[in-house]
């Protein structure tokens, strides 16, 4: 319990220290977090983000296993014109390691007259899930 309370306030500060501020967004496509079904025996939460931050689009991923498990995190930047349906990858990164936790935070440069989204697909011990952050638009 004490590691998750020190994990959470850990990223507190991380998201405070990068200019987190809070997205007002009428054009919400998934919600930021949801809860797991039961049927996940490794995956225990995630968190998947994308704010703008002066004319950078800041996207976070981070995931929780239950153990210490093999986690893998593929995160891409997706956006669309602001009136459009359609949505492009932008910039995709990734990352992995065997911990209880693993995070991903990357920018890129936004443009004007488009709604950016952060894909996040996490594997743990060889569940995967893929969550969507809510969107922002620039």
């Known amino acids: ?29 998934t919600p930021v977090q949801e809860e797991l079904p039961e049927e996940y025996q490794y995956i225990s939460g995630s968190y998947t983000s994308a704010i703008i931050s002066g004319s950078y689009v800041k996207c ?12 893998s995190i593929t995160m891409t930047l997706q956006r ?13 990164w990734h990352t992995q390691g065997t911990s209880n936790s693993l995070s991903l935070e990357k920018s ?5 007259g488009y709604t950016y989204r952060t894909k996040a697909v996490y594997t743990v011990n060889g569940e995967t899930i893929t969550k969507y952050s809510t969107t922002v638009s620039y």
């Open 1 to 29: 319990m004490r590691k998750k309370f020190l994990c959470l306030l850990c990223l507190t500060a991380l998201l405070i220290s990068f200019g987190y501020q809070p997205i007002l967004a009428a054009d919400l496509d």
């Open 108 to 112: 890129s440069s936004a443009s004007h």
């Open 80 to 92: 669309r014109p602001t009136s459009g349906s359609s949505w492009s990858d932008v910039q995709s």
């Open 60 to 71: 976070f991923a981070t995931v929780q296993a239950n153990c210490k498990a093999s986690i």
